[in-house]
């Protein structure tokens, strides 16, 4: 069953947040099933000191679907698989992953297609 492993503990960093200003203090991970084997994960570890800006959500948006919030933690393992494509997964599988973690953590319906459907629309594509 997909979830998170270990918390997810940051330093901010004072700085814009297209600097990505939010910092790993602890390594942090996540069971994924998607496009795995039936009752088959695999593991995504973010390591300590990876720098991430949450979502990247226009500016216009933040009063409904801020940068961090309770999907927070999906948008972490998100962003380091955007960053990190050629090793870990595709566009569509990053933002499959994304759907899943949002799940996991119960996120509301409306907001994790929302979401989806931006990341899948307007996200990295590799």
Same mark, same amino acid.
């Given at each position: +069953? *997909?979830?998170?492993?270990?918390? $997810?503990?940051? @330093? @901010?960093?004072? /700085? ?6 939010? =910092? /790993?203090?602890?390594?942090? %991970?996540?069971?994924? %099933?998607?496009? +795995?084997? %039936?009752?088959?994960?695999? $593991? ?10 949450? &979502? ?7 009063? @409904? /679907? ?7 933690? !999906? ?5 380091? $698989? ?7 997964? %595709? *566009?569509?599988?990053? !933002?499959?992953?994304?759907? =899943?973690? +949002?799940?996991? /953590?119960? @996120? ?6 929302? +979401?989806?459907? &931006?990341?899948? $629309? ?5």
């Amino acid at each position: +069953m *997909s979830s998170f492993t270990t918390p $997810l503990i940051m @330093v @901010v960093h004072d /700085l814009p947040i297209k600097q990505k200003p939010f =910092e /790993l203090y602890e390594s942090f %991970s996540y069971w994924t %099933s998607v496009n +795995m084997p %039936s009752g088959v994960e695999r $593991l995504i570890r973010v390591p300590k000191g990876y720098r991430t800006d949450f &979502a990247s959500v226009p500016r216009f948006m933040w009063r @409904v /679907l801020p940068p961090y919030g309770e999907y927070g933690k !999906a948008a972490v393992i998100h962003d380091y $698989l955007c960053d990190n494509n050629a090793h870990c997964a %595709s *566009s569509k599988e990053a !933002a499959d992953i994304f759907f =899943e973690a +949002m799940t996991v /953590l119960k @996120v509301k319906a409306w907001k994790k297609y929302a +979401m989806t459907w &931006a990341v899948k $629309l307007f996200g990295p594509k590799f």
